[in-house]
């Protein structure tokens, strides 16, 4: 995946999103199942940030419109984060003891932690009930991704990772942290319109250094790993 695809692809997806809304104006169905098992533990790779100013206020406007919706889970602003690999499905109990190969893990790790990588020109992307931020990584961190990835491949978290990929391109093409889950097949009225009146703001660059820690599904819980 190279760094000037990215643009059309965020494009395309909020061009097929919005198509999607026009023909489906309820919020439908409402979901009986999490998105992920909220009190399980996955583990994964990626950056915490310093939040721009610009994506704090975006955040509280975001609360503050969706604060009395049960169905819409908004990203924790000490959770803001973005995936470089996610490696598991919440497999994990809080406490409970990682198997012994996670020190493989933590070997193929070595070499990519700390590293800092940054994600510039930050967007809103809308998919059917979820809303996204997203940007244009650097050059090094595609390279680093794909790396990585092909390392895991290789090694005994192989089956971990292609189930948590099971319905998605491995790696995701998108750079992003996940601002908004709603419970139904479609997000409401009211949040396409915060969206509609966004989606061409830039809401600045970001750059973090890589970790790899035990996290849930939103990095509430966040659990680095010392390497």
């Known amino acids: 995946m190279k760094s000037y695809s990215l ?83 919440p497999l994990y109990e809080e406490n409970e003891r990682l198997p012994s190969k996670v020190e493989q893990l933590k070997s193929l ?41 092909k390392k895991i491949l290789e090694s005994n978290w192989k089956n971990e990772l292609l189930m948590r990929h099971s319905s998605s391109p491995l790696p995701a093409p998108f750079w992003h942290s996940t601002i908004l889950r709603y419970s139904a097949a479609f997000i409401p009225a009211t949040v396409r319109e915060f969206f509609l009146e966004r989606q061409e703001i830039d809401y600045g660059d970001v750059v973090g250094e890589l970790t790899l820690a035990r996290i849930s599904y939103n990095w509430e819980k966040f659990y680095p790993f010392e390497i």
């Not at 309820?26 to 790779?45: F, H, M, Q, V």
């Not at 994506?55 to 419109?65: C, G």
């Not at 790790?109 to 700390?114: F, L, R, V």
């Not at 931020?133 to 680093?144: N, Q, S, V, W, Y």
């Open 7 to 89: 643009p059309d692809i965020y494009r395309s997806t909020n061009l097929n999103t919005i198509r999607m809304w026009e023909n489906n104006a309820e919020i439908g169905d409402i979901r009986e199942e999490n998105y992920y098992d909220p009190l399980k533990l996955a583990l994964a790779t990626g950056i915490k940030p310093r939040m721009p100013i610009l994506v704090s206020q975006l955040i509280d406007e975001l609360n503050e419109l969706t604060r009395d919706d049960s169905l819409a889970d908004t990203l924790p602003e000490h959770s803001f984060h973005f995936t470089f690999l996610p490696l598991t499905l």
């Open 109 to 149: 790790w070595a070499g990519y932690h700390s590293k800092k990588i940054a994600i510039r020109n930050l967007r809103l992307i809308a998919l059917s009930s979820q809303l996204l931020l997203a940007g244009i990584p650097d050059e090094p961190a595609i390279a680093m991704r794909q790396s990585f990835c």
